[in-house]
């Protein structure tokens, strides 16, 4: 990201890290598209890091921050008995760090969750990211859905925007990407992000909150499937693919 976190993103970071069940459920909408040699971009700490070294022991994988105290933390999770795994910085904003001879087209996948949101020209940052993939690699990205949702939320954590599914065609069709595949995620989290945000004017998802997420996964994901059919959530979720 081009900014490093708020007080309110590390608070919620941690309060993310705990809800396992929630993230997994997250992580499991990213996996099936993820192949080769993967970089994570905007690993934080390392939340969703841990899943993909564990899922894809033959690849290796690049974690990246912009934020040097959250790279210290991945460094010191994940660098040290694992020679497949590296942190590096990454900004989405520098052209120079994606054309790098190290990364520059070096990937067969990579992924962002909940990051492009935080990049003011997120236009700059999808060309950045086709940069370092091979030809034919693939970027999955989940971002914040609705501009009628923006709310103290999302100025607490350093949002610049939400999308809507035409925003972001537009977008990638500035890019050497094709999209693949789009759809949504999490319905029912729109009302507690409305509640929270909007009415009691919160800085933090807190804790109690995502227990309770945590607690109604396996319900979510029903409802995902046989109600909303992917039409409906608080994020959208992208496959994109460099041609």
């Known amino acids: 990201m081009d ?9 919620t970071l941690e309060n993310l890290h705990k809800a396992n069940r929630f993230t ?17 971009i905007g690993s934080g700490i390392g939340t969703y890091s841990e899943k993909i070294i564990r899922n894809f022991p033959e690849s290796k994988i690049t974690l990246s921050e912009i934020d040097p105290s959250y790279r210290r933390i991945l460094a010191s999770k994940f660098e040290g008995g694992d020679r497949r795994i590296k942190v590096t910085a990454l900004d989405l904003q520098s052209a120079a760090h994606f054309q790098d001879d190290n990364i520059a087209g070096k990937f067969d996948s990579c ?29 999955v990205v989940l971002v914040p859905a609705h501009p009628l949702l923006f709310n103290n939320l999302d100025v607490a954590f350093g ?16 890019t050497d990407f094709k999209l693949e595949k789009m759809f949504m995620f999490n319905a029912l989290a729109i009302p507690g992000w409305f509640v929270n945000g909007t009415i009691l004017r919160k800085k933090t998802l807190d804790e109690g909150s995502l227990k309770l997420f945590n607690y109604l996964v396996p319900f979510l994901d029903f409802t995902e499937k046989i109600i909303f059919r992917q039409k409906i959530g608080i994020s959208l979720i992208a496959v994109l693919k460099k041609i």
């Open 159 to 174: 949002h610049y925007r939400r999308y809507t599914k035409k925003y972001f065609r537009n977008i990638v069709a500035n």
């Open 3 to 11: 900014t490093a976190y708020s007080a309110e993103g590390d608070k």
């Open 24 to 40: 997994d459920w997250m992580y499991a909408q990213v996996k099936p598209h993820l192949r080769g040699d993967i970089l994570e």
């Open 111 to 139: 992924f962002a969750l909940n990051v492009l949101e935080h990049v003011k020209d997120d236009t700059m940052a999808l060309k950045n990211i086709c940069n370092v993939l091979v030809p034919g690699g693939v970027f």
